[in-house]
């Protein structure tokens, strides 16, 4: 049974500073998926990575994925207030389309 | 822009009574999801369907049943609302694709059961 982890649950972090999201999967995935969750609003995705060494940029988030570690992460650089919001990954056991989330990381991002 | 439209907002039900939430696609897309999404435990699956009439249970789904009559529409049941399942319910959609796009969202319906 696929099950996903995320660490940290709670990220407070300074503006301009730089931090990593990571996201640990316990069973082959072929796909994993990043998404931004604004409060009282719904999921929004950012990034898909579909294999082992894909890496993916979109203004300040950068996520990466290791099939072999079965981890993901998503790295932040020179965070701004922006950037506040929960964040999610989710994985699909390989050949299924059922998406598992980890339990999402809480950043707020202070001036 | 894919439009994933859940019927309600927020909804107020009383212990005991059957709880329908209801939630459409406009893409054509084959996957549709329920999940709940409670404080610290992140979105949990409850129940999805790859087809018409098709469904399978996800990680949760004491409690729960689920109605996929047409393509578009997919209605999760509560048959007897308990306090317990007070939470905000998700739902999405998603295609069976050779590129395995991501799966799109609703704006998310929360029940409180009194």
């Known amino acids: 049974e696929l099950k996903v982890e995320q660490n940290p649950l709670f990220l407070s972090m300074q503006e301009g500073k730089n931090y990593t999201i990571y996201c640990n999967y316990s069973?082959?995935?072929?796909?994993l998926y990043w998404y931004r969750q604004d409060p009282g609003k719904s999921l929004e995705s950012l990034f898909v990575l579909l294999s082992n060494g894909a890496v993916k940029q979109e203004g300040r988030l950068m996520a990466s994925l290791d099939t072999k570690a079965r981890l993901s992460t998503l790295h932040i650089t020179a965070a701004v207030h922006d950037l506040s919001a929960t964040y999610f990954c989710?994985?699909?056991?390989?050949?299924?389309?059922?998406?598992?989330f980890g339990t999402g990381t809480r950043l707020k991002v202070l001036a | 822009d894919v439009k994933v439209t859940q019927s309600s907002r927020y909804l107020v039900k009383r212990t005991g009574e059957k709880v329908f939430l209801e939630c459409v696609q406009d893409?054509?897309?084959?996957?549709m999801f329920w999940y709940r999404q409670d404080p610290g435990l992140g979105l949990r699956l409850i129940y999805f369907?790859?087809?018409?009439?098709?469904?399978e249970k996800g990680d949760i789904p004491e409690g729960y049943s689920v109605s996929r009559e047409k393509k578009e529409r997919f209605s999760l049941i509560l048959e007897s609302a308990s306090t317990n399942q007070t939470s905000m319910y998700l739902c999405a959609s998603s295609p069976i694709s050779i590129m395995n796009t991501e799966a799109f969202f609703g704006q998310g319906t929360r029940l409180t059961v009194v």
């Open positions: 069973t082959t995935s072929d796909r």
């Open positions: 989710a994985a699909c056991t390989s050949g299924t389309y059922k998406y598992i």
């Open positions: 369907s790859y087809d018409v009439k098709m469904k």
């Open positions: 893409m054509d897309h084959e996957n």
